[in-house]
């Protein structure tokens, strides 16, 4: 009577485990074909991506073509990962994980707005032509010549050799380029 029971739970179990294999198995197959075709296009459209931005910008503009590059990477496997989850069947978790990401990306830009600040005025400092490495400056009431543009800082070298490093939100607020001597 024992022995039949459990005979008759194992015969249950493995059947609904077959049946749910039967049903996933489709949908796994074709979300493991959507993963490599994704991986292939993305891949394909960053290094386009890169090429066409690397021809765009100056050697001393490539940070900025990286952090395009960059940003554009993370959105392009972001939605690939939700679809994946959605032709798997789990539209309701990638659904969940796409407005969770998106108020966690809100906190972290509210938190990070300095940083944020300071890697746009980077960006507008790369692009302009008027401020370049080598150039004499004075930011607020301090003089330099232009060493390093970065992202999120600018370098002067001072009068007496000692390097200035100033975050960029505050060299683009003011600076003056001194005339060529």
Known sequence: MVAEFILHIV????????EGVETALPRVIAGLVFALVAYVAIRLILAALKASLGRYYTERQQLVAQLFVAVA???LWFA??????KIVGMGDI?????????FIALGVSYALSAMIEDTVAGVYLLRDPDFEIGDRVAVG??????????LRKS?????????????????????TKHAEE
Do not use: M, P, Y
């Open 155 to 175: 370098r002067f070298t001072l009068e007496d050799g000692d390097t200035w490093v100033v975050a960029n939100r505050d060299v683009e607020a003011k600076w």
């Open 11 to 18: 015969d249950q179990t493995l059947r609904g485990l077959l």
């Open 80 to 85: 690939a990962a939700l679809t994946f989850l």
């Open 73 to 75: 990477g993370i959105f």
């Open 141 to 150: 009431g301090t003089e330099g010549t232009v060493s390093a543009i970065e």
């Open 94 to 102: 990638a659904a969940s994980l796409g407005t969770a990401v998106g």
